[in-house]
């Protein structure tokens, strides 16, 4: 199956914080106690019962003193996604054939790594420490409808579909590239920015943790190698010299 | 004891050695099956939540035993003489059969570095582990989590590759040596060509 993605706009975002609603009635999430920081954007950080949210941010422009930016926030489902590499249990954090990132509390061991080596740290963890996050509603698009974000925003600026479609459609209406096309393998939720993406507060080069990269590429072989390597060692040594036999043995 | 044998591992210091090897084994064995999600291992562990209570329980046990050792190990083995520096050179006489090695402490040349070292790896192996496991309330806890996750698995090769070495001179390469760690003594004629200088002080 080809590849599925989110498309966020955030110049079209009004704002109205239905994704978050959808998201919660659809995965069956309770509402937070949260507080009145002193802006719209709220609550102020995804929660274990939050997995999307819409960031307020203020930014000077060049012509107004104010350019208010909304931008829809989840799990990026990148494709070389650093929870995976570093996930210690199999089956917990996988791949749906949409190439939605999906897990399976049941077999998730809340160890939190995943946490760490997210490049937009995103994954939290419910009451019994399991990971809790954006699941891109594998449960929906597996049965070919649409995450509850996507399917509930009124102003398009989340859409959902084929991912190279919307690469080639957003090409069209003049992208040249979107965020998160080519980055870690290319995310699954794509940003049609008009700015830099600091200005949306994202990071310009998103990557997984270089220490997890080596770890996965270097430190984990050399572990059965290295073991195999000074058994096999000894063994040589064995029948190269023989042991120490003292002199009375001879 | 016999007149000809002379002890060299108390009763605690064999129980505890056997305490830290058993216990590593197991945390070695987990820790294989969660790099490379092993799932063959459930039939012992049952799952993997249960192999990871497993492998940080017995954490515990691995830290206290490993710290234990510091009472009677770390103070020969931080006695580095010249005879020490000429065993290195030697090779430790594994070379060659003609090789003569300088007297040496209750530990050799070669087991003290080998206890520094791992002494050094199992320090940072376990509070690596401790802090991926308890998560302290740091402000920066998910670089923290990651460096930690990065040493620990630097000390988890450094042992793996080590042990192999530390049992095959401990039995094969060095017949006798084993009984040590069973019965605690040695005979005194075995005792002085590897310890000299400890028989010598021990007479």
């Known amino acids: 199956m080809l590849r599925k993605a989110l498309l966020i706009s955030p110049e079209i975002c009004i704002g109205c914080r239905g994704c978050q609603i959808a998201c919660k009635e659809w995965n069956n999430l309770p509402a937070d106690e949260t507080k009145n920081e002193g802006t719209l954007e709220n609550p102020s950080d995804l929660t274990p019962n939050l997995y999307n949210k819409v960031r307020f941010i203020e930014v000077p422009s060049e012509t107004t003193p104010l350019r208010w930016l909304f931008v829809s926030q989840r799990c990026m489902h990148c494709d070389d996604a650093g929870c995976i590499t570093i996930c210690p249990a199999p089956g917990a954090l996988f791949k749906t054939k949409e190439g939605a990132v999906a897990y399976d509390k049941d077999k998730c061991i809340g160890c939190k790594l995943c946490a760490s080596a997210c490049p937009f740290n995103i994954p939290r963890f419910d009451k019994n420490d399991k990971i809790s996050k954006c699941h891109l509603c594998s449960d929906r698009i597996s049965e070919g409808l649409s995450p509850a974000c996507a399917k509930t925003c009124p102003t398009g600026a989340i859409r959902y579909g084929q991912r190279d479609e919307i690469i080639s459609n957003s090409q069209k209406e003049g992208y040249e590239k979107l965020y998160g096309q080519a980055d870690l393998g290319g995310l699954g939720v794509l940003y049609a920015f008009k700015d830099a993406p600091k200005i949306y507060g994202m990071d310009e080069q998103p990557a997984v943790p270089e220490t997890v990269l080596l770890w996965h590429n270097v430190l984990k072989p050399l572990s059965y190698l290295g073991l195999g390597g000074a058994v096999a060692a000894s063994l040589l040594h064995y029948i190269a010299f023989k042991p120490k036999k003292d002199e009375e043995d001879k | ?203």
């Open chain 2, 1 to 203: 004891m016999s007149n000809n044998m002379i002890r060299k591992a108390s009763a605690f210091e064999i129980l505890n050695h056997w305490v830290l090897a058993l216990s590593f084994f197991v945390l070695m064995i987990s820790g294989f099956g969660f790099l490379f999600h092993l799932e063959g291992l459930n039939s012992v562990f049952g799952s993997f939540n249960q192999m990871k209570a497993v492998h940080n329980y017995i954490g515990i046990v691995f830290t206290v035993s490993l710290l234990l050792t510091v009472f009677y190990y770390l103070p020969v083995s931080l006695k580095f003489s010249g005879d020490d520096i000429t065993w290195f050179l030697k090779g430790g006489g594994y070379f060659s059969k003609k090789t003569e090695t300088p007297p040496q402490d209750k530990l050799n040349a070669g087991q003290k570095l080998y206890y520094i070292f791992i002494l050094i790896a199992g320090i940072a192996i376990a509070a690596t582990g401790f802090i991926m496991w308890l998560r302290p309330p740091l402000a920066d806890i998910r670089k923290w989590i990651l460096i930690s996750h990065f040493l620990h698995n630097i000390s988890f090769d450094f042992m793996v590759i080590a042990m192999p070495f530390h049992v095959y001179l401990a039995t094969l390469a060095n017949p006798g040596t084993l009984r040590i760690m069973v019965y605690g003594t040695v005979p005194i004629e075995w005792a002085k060509k590897r310890h000299g200088k400890w028989v010598k002080r021990a007479e």
